[in-house]
DNA sequence: TGCTCCTGACTGAATTTTCAGTCAACCCTT
DNA sequence: AAGGGTTGACTGAAAATTCAGTCAGGAGCA
């Protein structure tokens, strides 16, 4: 992927960020990146492929981000709490992520194509969250645990973003699910 | 409000459901009415006019399933448990309210005029919710895990609806929430 | 080295499509 | 005959998409 696609693919998901994916005009974002509406068509054929691209690049980039500067710590819950806490933090580009990702995961709705990419994301997020849960505990079904962890993730910051909940209450929730999931703090 | 209008918006929450707030087109919305263009601007002035009274009309609704078929339930484990569940069922008004309401949230991320009636609706209904939690356990802090709950219903919505989850799974999964947090089933 | 040919990246300026919104004129009822 | 309800045919603007062509640089070759 040339760096040129990056350069798009980061100014899409910040205008999708700011404006929706319906809000999304193929002008502005071309604007944005500061290259003609033409080669955007040259690079991804058409506004559905671009969206579709988009999807897969925030997708990889959260990724990224979720799996960084919690690495290598040694207590399991403290790392569980960490990632999914790092989903609901006042920072533009968490901010930009989240926006993004409730976008698509809406359009998705009605839009079949974005669905693959999008249902492969959630899984293997909620893997990776399960196999954190196994590793704190082994009374749970781990699988349950991390899909509702997740789910209620996507639920809490929807709602932040939507203005329905500070941030400081959707994250004090989240910590109290895990409480409720996976038994009170710190065992002895 | 005359019969007409009735039918227009029945057939608007229909078209939502298939195509979303953002995919609702004038022109489709009056074939599925079976009525013509013009008539939707003289009886609902323009689009966003269309879009409020479409809301208000797919909440009240929403209300009155709600309500309906659990009301004088005695156990309030058991009302609490269906009050929920009742968002997740292959119903299409339900799946034409989810949907809608999904919609309305998504969009109240961008247009602020939103937000306001979104907040209030989502505070009343995890108001309720936690009149219902309190009544099930007075051992637990009945808002924190009425709000959480809710946010975990949409949660797991939206993923049902953009088909990352099964109905079923999303069932079983906000069944077993509610026995996270609230201890498992029926007390002796 | 200097020349021609070729290609991929890129653009500005159309062209085409899609939509919300309007309007003048027809129903019906009463 | 008057007025609310209704429509088909339009319009204008905004967006998506296409197109004809420029430009930089690379490969082959004299």
Not at 1 to 8: C, T
Not at 29 to 49: C, N, P, Q
Not at 51 to 57: C, D, I, K, M, Q
Not at 84 to 111: K, M, Y
């Amino acid at each position: 992927m040339s760096s040129r696609q990056v350069q798009v693919l980061e100014a899409a998901a910040r205008v999708i960020a700011r404006n929706g994916v319906r809000g999304l005009r193929v002008e502005e974002l071309a604007a944005e990146a500061g290259v003609s509406t033409a080669l955007i068509y040259y690079h991804f054929k058409d506004r559905a492929g671009l969206l579709r691209r988009t999807l897969e690049f925030i997708s990889e980039r959260a990724d990224r981000y979720t799996a960084d500067g919690v690495a290598g710590d040694v207590d399991p819950r403290a790392e569980l709490e960490q990632r999914l806490l790092s989903e609901l933090q006042d920072d533009p580009s968490v901010r930009e992520n989240s926006t993004a990702w409730g976008e698509l995961r809406a359009s998705a709705i009605f839009e079949p194509d974005l669905r693959a990419p999008l249902t492969e994301a959630t899984a293997s997020w909620v893997r990776d969250t399960a196999e954190l849960v196994r590793r704190v505990s082994a009374d749970v079904d781990a699988d349950e645990v991390a899909e509702r962890l997740t789910a209620l993730v996507e639920g809490l910051s929807e709602r932040w973003l939507s203005g329905s909940v500070t941030l400081e209450r959707a994250r004090g929730l989240l910590v109290g699910a895990i409480g409720a999931e996976l038994g009170a703090r710190s065992p002895a």
